[in-house]
């Protein structure tokens, strides 16, 4: 959790993930998953907390709390950015997109290939 509590400090002195887990009622883990998936699910077309409830099974009224607590769509809109979501909208994209950018070596978007094939070459096989 120690890189989500760095970027909702960011936000403000008083959020935690430990303590907005303890009044939403969901474990720290859970909360920090509620906090990533609407972090990533901002900057995307539709309903942002429907989207996030469908993502991680959690309820649409959880999520609602979750929103509030961390301070509303602007605080989602810096968190999305924090986390990448502004690489979806053309941004540059934060933290994600920082590390997509160097997994991604032959730039065409997707690092899976690449790490695949770092992969491979650590075990021997062709890069």
């Known amino acids: ?16 993930i430990a303590s907005m887990a303890t009044k939403v009622g969901l474990s720290p883990e859970q909360a920090e ?3 990533k998936a609407l972090g990533m699910a901002h900057p995307e ?24 607590m961390i301070g509303g769509e602007g605080a989602l809109g810096s968190i999305a950015g924090m986390l990448g979501g ?3 909208e053309g941004g540059a994209g934060g933290v994600l997109g920082q590390v997509t950018g160097m997994l991604d070596r032959d730039g065409d978007g997707n690092p899976l290939n690449d790490i695949a094939s770092m992969a491979g070459g650590l075990f021997g096989g062709k890069n």
């Open 1 to 16: 959790m120690g890189m989500l509590d760095g970027l909702l400090a960011q936000l403000g002195p008083n959020l935690d």
């Open 33 to 35: 998953m509620a906090v």
């Open 45 to 68: 077309p539709g309903d942002t907390v429907a989207s996030a409830a469908s993502s991680t099974g959690l309820s649409p009224e959880i999520l609602q709390q979750v929103v509030g």
């Open 86 to 88: 502004a690489a979806a």
